[in-house]
């Protein structure tokens, strides 16, 4: 088996500028790097990873808490982590929320990970502190919808978003707006839904407490709850547009309205919140909040590193994200009146 000494010896260094240029350490001058790097392609040296992680005490491994894999924004958002921790040293892993199983989280995670990242999990408090006292930081992309102690978290502003996006709905007419949320109080939708909330207030709007629609978050859900709905009112639903928390609850919500006739906009507007490259391709095409995903998963990734390194995060990872509005065909004004008092 190649040894770290036989990299050096044919490199012509000692073993501890090896290591300085296996670790990226900026205090080799260039021409020996080069050197090292030859020696180690030239040996097919392998690194013991598992002895320098007991000398280190660091995995150089993140996980990355899901809610649903099968969601296209959760995976745009999961390919830029895994870009830029590869690009920096780090090996990612993907692992399914159940908040269920959140306790046996704090023995997986042991001598394991180095950081963790959410995708705006509302974890317990213990689970909070027991990862705080074992210094491995946790940053979210989105906000829990509980204020949670965490070590960063980055989303957009959802107030402004959803002031625009009601603003817009408010323009063609629209008095009365539901909105389709996920079913949990603890699910970071609830954090758009009061958003939503708020925004509606500021542009002097009530809202109907039969208005909120309670999913999953899935298009085949969501297209199964709004299809029964139709069906029961004979397409007379008691507001005249939707804002779901997420696209494929969006997207299901029209796939329903399109089988059974109802047109959109015509009576009914419907709009997403997060502009995956699906809701450019409905027919008719979405309406969005556009939620840049490479750039939030970015900024999340360098706080964690830099937590994880002990380092203060870069002042602009520091910063609320803009959400801007994409309007597109799935909201105008109504054609009808089939508004139910």
């Known amino acids: 088996m190649?040894?770290?000494?036989?990299?050096?010896?044919?490199?012509?260094?000692?073993?501890?500028?090896?290591?300085y240029v296996l670790n990226n350490r900026n205090i080799v001058k260039e021409t020996t790097r080069q050197k090292v790097l030859e020696a180690v392609l030239e040996l097919n040296y392998k690194p013991n990873l598992l002895a320098r992680s007991l000398k280190t005490k660091k995995s150089k491994q993140i996980v990355v808490l899901v809610q649903f894999l099968g969601n296209p924004f959760e995976a745009g958002i999961l390919l830029r982590i895994e870009s830029v921790a590869k690009e920096n040293g780090y090996f990612v892993f993907f692992q399914t929320y159940e908040e269920s199983q959140e306790e046996q989280l704090q023995e997986l995670y042991m001598g394991r990970v180095d950081g963790i990242l959410l995708l705006g999990q509302s974890l317990k408090e213990s689970t909070i502190e027991h990862f705080s006292a074992m210094g491995i930081p946790i940053v979210s992309i989105m906000e829990p919808a509980k204020r949670l102690q965490l070590d960063g978290v980055v989303d957009i502003d959802w107030t402004d978003a959803m002031r625009q996006l009601v603003r817009h709905l408010k323009q063609y007419g629209h008095e009365r707006i539901a909105f389709m949320s996920g079913g949990s109080g603890n699910h970071h939708y609830e954090c758009r839904f009061r958003s939503f909330l708020e925004a509606l207030t500021c542009e002097g709007m009530l809202f109907h407490s039969g208005d909120k629609l309670e999913d999953p978050g899935r298009f085949e859900s969501a297209h199964a709850q709004m299809k029964q709905r139709l069906e029961q009112t004979e397409g007379r639903l008691p507001f005249q547009a939707l804002i779901c928390a997420n696209d494929l609850m969006a997207a299901g919500s029209l796939a329903a309205c399109r089988e059974l006739g109802i047109e959109v906009p015509g009576t009914l507007s419907i709009a997403g919140c997060e502009d995956i490259l699906m809701s450019s391709q409905t027919h008719p095409p979405l309406?969005?909040?556009?939620?840049?995903?490479?750039?939030?998963?970015?900024?999340?990734t360098y706080q964690l590193l830099a937590r994880m390194e002990g380092r203060e995060p870069p002042s602009e990872t520091e910063r609320m994200l803009v959400g801007a509005l994409v309007i597109r065909d799935s909201t105008g004004r109504r054609l009808q009146n089939t508004v139910v008092e």
């Open 287 to 300: 309406t969005v909040i556009h939620f840049p995903r490479p750039e939030a998963a970015e900024l999340a």
């Open 2 to 19: 190649v040894s770290r000494q036989d990299v050096a010896d044919r490199a012509g260094v000692s073993a501890a500028v090896v290591s």
